[in-house]
C-alpha cells in the first residue's frame, strides 16, 4: 500500500512535523528535498517519514508540490541522528533539520557541484612560482609551496587561501598548472613514532568497524595529530570515510593541510561556516556523494552525511566553542558521540585537558583513555614562576620581574607573548572625584574603553558611544581608565621597548578574514618579537621560536560563580603556556597572580591536569553537579524588571512531580541584565538521564501553553556553562 501522509520537516519555529498528501513522492523519497505551501508560501523542506494517517483532517491535506531526485536522500543515519537530537535537546525538528543543510539547498533553485581537479605544477609553473608573487602574498605563497610539494585536489587548496579557485584558474591560464592523470604522489612521510604513539594507534585501528569512543589524553605537543594520521591512514585503506571536527574555523587549514600533505590522493572536503555558500554546497555534496575521502568541519559538520563513515576525529574536545549556543543549543561534542554510537565507528575525543564530563567517562571506564604522556618532540622541561602582585604591584599591567623578562629576552633575540583575556584599551572608564563609572545602560556591565576608535563599548551587547569629555554627573573633566585591556598593554610595550616589532592579537585586531592566518606565519617565522593576546592565541598553533610566555592576568576566572570556569581556565593556561620552549632551551612561564596559593597554579606548574581532575571532580561529587549530575536549565528574559523571575516562578509551579528530579529556585543571570532585557534562570538537575527526560518532556509541553508576550524562554539541556 502506497505511503498516505507525508511528514515534512520545514524551517518554522514549530515542535513535529508537517502533514502533507504524497503528491509525486515515492516511498524511497524519504531524506529528499520537498517543495510545499505553507499558508500561501511557498516553501523547502525535508520529507522526513511516513506515517498511515494524520492528525489533521485528510480532506485539509494539501499535497507534495515537487520532490528533488537531483540530489541523494539524506541517508536515514543522519536522519535518525536530527530526531534524535530534536528529542533529547528539546528543540523543534524542522529548523535542526533545514539549519544542517548547506543554505544553499534552503532554496528550491541552487547551483550544482563543480568539479575538484586535481592540479599539479608544469615545469613552467615550477619556475615561475612563487617566484613571481608579491612577498606578502602569503597565502598565495603557500599555495605556491604546497603545489611544490606535489599533487593537490583542488578542494583542498581552496582550503588554504581566499579566492584560491580563481588563482588556480588564473595560473592554469598561464600555462603554469596542469591536471595529470590522477597517480598519487608521494605522500610526506610519517615520522618515527613513540611508544605511546603507536599503542594508541593500534587501539584506534583495532576498534574500527565497532561503536568504541576512546579519549586521547596527550600533553601539548605530544602529537596528538600523529595520531589522528595514523587513524586516518588505515580508514582510508579500508575505503571509509572520516570526519575530523575542529573548535574553530581557524584551525581547519592547518590539519587540513597536513592532512592533505600526508594523503595527496584522499579528496578532502572543509565544511564551516566561513565558506562561501557555493563552496560549502560543493563540499557537502562530496561528503554526500561519497566522493570526499575525508571531512574537516566544525560544529555543524558533525551532521555531515557520510555513507561510506568509519571513523570519527574531535580535536579539542574540551573547547566551549562545540556548544551552539543560539538556535538549537547543542553539543557537537556529544552529539559526534552519539553518532559514532548509532552507525558502530570508533570516536576518538582528543585534548590535553579534556572536559570533566569525558575524563568521568574514561575514570568509569564508558570511555577507553589513551594517553601520550611525553612531548613528541625533546623539549627541555618548562621553567614556570609566581609573580604575587601583592608583593610587587603591576606598573602598566606588567609587575618588576615581569618587565625585566621581556627585557632581557628581547635582548637576546627571543619571541614574547602576553597574555591578557580582556581586548580594549581598559574596561573601565572612572571619575575618581564622585565615582562614577562608565555603564553600559543596557547591561548590567561596564563599557570598555577603545581608546583608538575613540569609543566606548560594551562587550556583551554591542552599544557604542563617544566617551564624555567630563563626568555625567559631577562635571569633573579627569576621567580616567582604571584597569588593563589588550590595547592598553599593547600601548605600554611599545612605549617601553620602541624598537621591538609588536603584534596585538585579539578579535578587535584580527576581525579580518585570514589575518589571523597572516600573523601566526609571521609569528611562526619570527617576524614578530612581542605578541599580546587572548584566548584567541593559545588555541592550536605552533610557534617553535615562543620563548617567554607572561600570563598578566587570569586571576577572575579563579572565584567565578560559575562552577567550570577553573576547568575552563586552566585549559586555557595550559595551552599557553605549552607554547613555550623549544628543543635547544626551555621555555620561560610567568604567571602574575593575586593568589600565588591556589591550587589551580600549583597544578598548572606541574602541568598535572589528572590531578587537578581528581580534585575537581571530588568537589562536583560533594556538591552533586554535573558531570556527576544531569542538568537542564529554563532561562527567561524580558524587558520589565522582574517578569523573567516571575514567569520562572510561575514555571515551577508547573513543573511535574518527579521523583529523583530536583528543581532549583530562580535566580538572577550571572549578568542579570543584557541588551536591554532582565536575565533569570532556574536549573533543573537529577542523576537520572531517562527522568531528566520525562520530566522535561511533561514540563516543556505545559511550558508552551504558558507564553507570556513579553517573556522570551529558552530550555537548554546539559547547559556549558551558566
Ligand atoms: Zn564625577
Ligand atoms: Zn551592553
Redesign the pocket.
Known amino acids: 500500500m502506497p505511503p498516505r501522509v507525508a511528514r515534512v520537516a520545514l524551517d518554522l519555529p514549530l515542535p513535529g512535523f508537517f502533514d502533507y498528501l504524497p503528491g509525486p513522492a515515492q516511498a524511497d523519497d524519504l531524506g529528499r528535498r520537498v517543495r510545499v505551501m505553507v499558508g500561501k508560501r511557498e516553501r523547502v523542506g525535508l520529507l522526513l517519514d511516513w506515517a498511515d494517517s494524520s492528525e489533521i483532517d485528510p480532506s485539509k491535506l494539501r499535497p507534495l508540490l515537487d520532490v528533488d531526485r537531483s540530489l541523494p536522500p539524506l541517508p536515514e543515519e543522519i536522519r535518525v541522528l536530527l530526531q534524535f537530537c530534536a528529542a533529547y535537546y528539546h528543540a523543534p525538528i524542522g529548523p535542526i533539520t533545514l539549519a544542517a543543510l548547506p543554505t544553499a539547498l534552503r532554496r528550491w533553485e541552487f547551483t550544482r557541484l563543480r568539479p575538484d581537479p586535481l592540479w599539479q605544477l608544469t615545469a613552467a609553473g615550477a619556475a615561475a612560482l612563487p617566484q613571481q608573487l608579491a612577498p606578502r602574498a602569503i597565502a598565495q605563497r603557500r599555495l605556491a609551496t604546497q603545489l611544490h610539494a606535489g599533487q593537490a585536489r583542488e578542494s583542498a587548496l581552496a582550503t588554504q587561501a581566499p579566492r584560491a579557485r580563481a588563482l588556480l584558474a588564473d595560473w592554469a591560464r598561464r600555462g603554469w598548472l596542469e591536471q595529470p592523470v590522477p597517480v598519487p604522489a608521494p605522500a610526506s612521510l610519517p615520522p618515527v613514532l613513540n611508544t605511546s604513539q603507536a599503542q594508541a594507534i593500534e587501539a584506534i585501528v583495532g576498534a574500527l568497524g565497532t561503536y568504541t569512543p576512546f579519549l586521547l589524553h596527550g600533553v601539548t605537543g605530544s602529537g596528538k595529530t600523529e595520531v589522528y594520521l595514523g587513524a586516518l591512514d588505515a580508514t582510508l585503506q579500508r575505503g571509509l570515510q572520516t570526519l575530523v571536527m575542529v573548535p574553530e574555523i581557524g584551525l581547519s587549514p592547518q590539519i587540513a593541510a597536513r592532512i592533505s600533505a600526508r594523503f595527496p590522493g584522499a579528496s578532502l572536503s572543509l565544511l564551516h561556516s566561513g565558506l562561501a555558500e557555493g563552496e560549502r554546497l560543493a563540499h557537502w555534496q562530496a561528503a554526500l556523494d561519497g566522493h570526499a575521502d575525508i571531512v574537516v568541519g566544525t560544529r555543524l559538520a558533525v551532521f555531515t552525511p557520510l555513507p561510506r563513515l568509519g571513523l570519527i576525529l574531535v580535536d579539542e574536545e574540551h573547547d566551549a566553542a562545540y556548544a551552539q549556543q543560539e538556535g538549537l543549543r547543542y553539543s557537537a561534542r556529544d552529539v559526534a558521540v552519539w553518532r559514532a554510537r548509532t552507525t558502530g565507528v570508533p570516536v576518538v575525543l582528543g585534548s590535553a585537558t579534556p572536559s570533566l564530563e569525558s575524563w568521568a567517562n574514561a575514570t568509569t571506564g564508558r570511555y577507553r583513555r589513551l594517553d601520550l604522556p611525553q612531548r613528541a618532540r625533546a623539549v627541555a622541561p618548562l621553567d614556570m614562576q609566581r609573580i604575587d602582585l601583592r608583593q610587587t604591584p603591576p606598573i602598566e599591567g606588567l609587575a618588576a620581574p615581569a618587565w625585566q623578562a621581556l627585557d632581557d629576552n628581547l635582548g637576546r633575540g627571543g619571541q614574547s607573548l602576553i597574555f591578557l583575556n580582556r581586548r580594549g584599551y581598559a574596561p573601565v572608564l572612572l ?1 575618581h ?4 563609572g562608565a555603564d553600559c545602560p543596557r547591561c548590567a556591565s561596564r563599557l570598555t574603553l577603545h581608546l583608538k576608535a575613540g569609543r566606548l563599548r560594551c562587550h556583551h551587547c554591542g552599544l557604542e558611544s563617544r566617551p564624555p569629555a567630563t ?1 555625567p ?4 573633566p579627569d576621567l580616567r581608565p582604571l584597569g588593563q585591556g589588550t590595547q592598553r598593554l599593547e600601548a605600554a610595550l611599545a612605549a617601553r621597548f620602541p624598537g621591538a616589532r609588536l603584534a596585538r592579537a585579539d578579535r578587535d585586531a584580527l576581525s579580518r578574514k585570514h589575518s589571523w592566518e597572516t600573523l601566526a606565519t609571521q609569528i611562526h617565522d619570527g617576524a614578530i618579537d612581542l605578541i599580546v593576546g587572548t584566548q584567541l592565541i593559545a588555541k592550536g598553533h605552533d610557534f617553535p621560536r615562543l620563548d617567554l610566555v607572561i600570563v598578566a592576568n587570569a586571576d577572575g576566572a579563579l572565584y567565578s560563580q560559575d562552577f567550570r570556569a577553573e576547568e575552563t581556565l586552566f585549559a586555557q593556561l595550559l595551552q599557553v603556556s605549552g607554547r613555550a620552549g623549544r628543543a635547544d632551551h626551555p621555555g620561560r612561564v610567568l604567571v602574575q597572580t593575586h593568589f600565588p596559593q591556589h591550587r589551580l597554579y600549583a597544578h598548572l606548574f606541574d602541568q598535572d591536569y589528572p590531578g587537578l581532575a581528581a580534585t575537581l571532580l571530588a568537589e562536583r561529587r560533594a556538591l552533586d553537579l554535573p558531570p556527576i549530575s544531569r542538568q537542564a536549565r529554563l532561562s527567561a528574559e524580558a524587558p520589565e524588571a522582574d517578569a523573567a523571575l516571575a514567569w520562572l516562578h510561575a514555571a515551577r509551579q508547573l513543573a511535574p512531580a518527579t521523583p529523583e528530579v530536583r528543581i532549583f529556585d530562580p535566580v538572577p543571570a550571572l549578568m542579570p541584565r543584557r541588551a536591554g532585557r532582565w536575565r533569570a534562570q532556574l536549573v533543573v538537575q537529577s542523576f537520572s538521564r531517562p527522568r531528566l527526560h520525562a520530566f522535561l518532556d511533561e514540563w516543556d509541553a505545559r511550558l508552551r501553553t504558558e507564553q507570556r508576550r513579553t517573556v522570551r524562554w529558552v530550555l537548554e539541556v546539559d547547559p556549558p556553562f551558566m
Open positions: 571619575c572625584a564622585c565615582g562614577w563626568c554627573d559631577c562635571g569633573n
